[in-house]
């Protein structure tokens, strides 16, 4: 006599709904991390979140749509821990360094969110259709960093003029992070604290 493995769900009741699209979605997110979107299909999404794969189409019409919702999951769930690191910090290098705090935060508690950001990028590069669902998106990210800098124009830290100059070196900064070192939590700590003692002005003296 076999023993049966766990049963899948089918269709779920109204009650448990949400639930299973959230653990859709946090399947997806580290499928799609690991595999990339071209590997992942639904049929494994489908088993690693123990539903059956027609269950999926009950939330998603495609796994486009899925991945475009799990891009959407992952930033709200940055940028409202940016937005309220920032919350009430009035300078620009108090405001960067939270931000930076937090990246490493969110990273310890749960790498695959890096991950998966990190994999979008090489997503995009790859599937037209990746880059024209998921394009709204810059707005927002964008946006948040331009505020901060604009924090800085406005009290002195930042020189009129040298805006895109900060901007291209904050999304450097957090491409790096995100890219090159989120694997690793110390290397990631160690990068963190390297940018905030570079922009403190700390970390490397004038030549003579």
């Given at each position: 006599?076999?023993?049966?493995?766990?049963?899948?769900?089918?269709?779920?009741?109204?009650?448990?709904?949400a639930?299973?699209?959230?653990?859709?979605?946090?399947?997806?997110?580290?499928?799609?991390?690991?595999?990339g979107?071209?590997?992942?299909?639904?049929?494994?999404l489908?088993?690693?979140?123990?539903?059956?794969?027609?269950?999926?189409?009950?939330?998603?019409?495609?796994?486009?749509?899925?991945?475009?919702?799990?891009?959407?999951?992952?930033?709200?769930?940055?940028?409202?821990?940016?937005?309220?690191a920032?919350d009430?910090?009035?300078?620009?290098?108090?405001?960067?360094?939270?931000?930076?705090?937090?990246?490493?935060?969110?990273?310890?508690?749960?790498?695959?969110?890096?991950?998966?950001?990190?994999?979008?990028?090489?997503?995009?590069?790859?599937?037209?259709?990746?880059?024209?669902?998921?394009?709204?998106?810059?707005?927002?990210?964008?946006?948040?960093?331009?505020?901060?800098?604009?924090?800085?124009?406005?009290?002195?830290?930042?020189?009129?003029?040298?805006?895109?100059?900060?901007?291209?070196?904050?999304?450097?900064?957090?491409?790096?992070?995100?890219?090159?070192?989120?694997?690793?939590?110390?290397?990631?700590?160690?990068?963190?604290?390297?940018?905030?003692?570079?922009?403190?002005?700390s970390?490397?003296?004038?030549?003579?």
């Amino acid at each position: 006599m076999t023993t049966p493995g766990p049963r899948r769900l089918g269709r779920p009741p109204a009650s448990s709904s949400a639930d299973t699209r959230d653990r859709i979605l946090d399947v997806a997110r580290r499928c799609f991390a690991e595999l990339g979107y071209e590997s992942t299909t639904n049929k494994y999404l489908s088993g690693r979140a123990g539903i059956t794969t027609g269950a999926i189409y009950h939330y998603f019409e495609s796994k486009l749509d899925i991945y475009a919702a799990v891009h959407d999951d992952v930033q709200d769930r940055v940028y409202q821990r940016f937005e309220e690191a920032v919350d009430g910090v009035d300078s620009f290098r108090g405001q960067l360094d939270a931000v930076l705090e937090t990246a490493h935060d969110l990273n310890t508690e749960d790498p695959s969110l890096a991950m998966f950001l990190g994999a979008a990028r090489t997503d995009k590069s790859r599937h037209p259709e990746i880059a024209e669902a998921l394009g709204s998106f810059d707005d927002r990210r964008d946006g948040f960093y331009r505020r901060i800098v604009e924090r800085g124009v406005a009290n002195g830290e930042i020189a009129k003029g040298n805006e895109p100059l900060v901007l291209a070196v904050i999304s450097t900064v957090l491409i790096g992070l995100t890219d090159a070192v989120s694997h690793d939590v110390a290397e990631h700590r160690r990068a963190v604290d390297g940018v905030q003692a570079l922009f403190a002005g700390s970390l490397v003296e004038p030549a003579g």
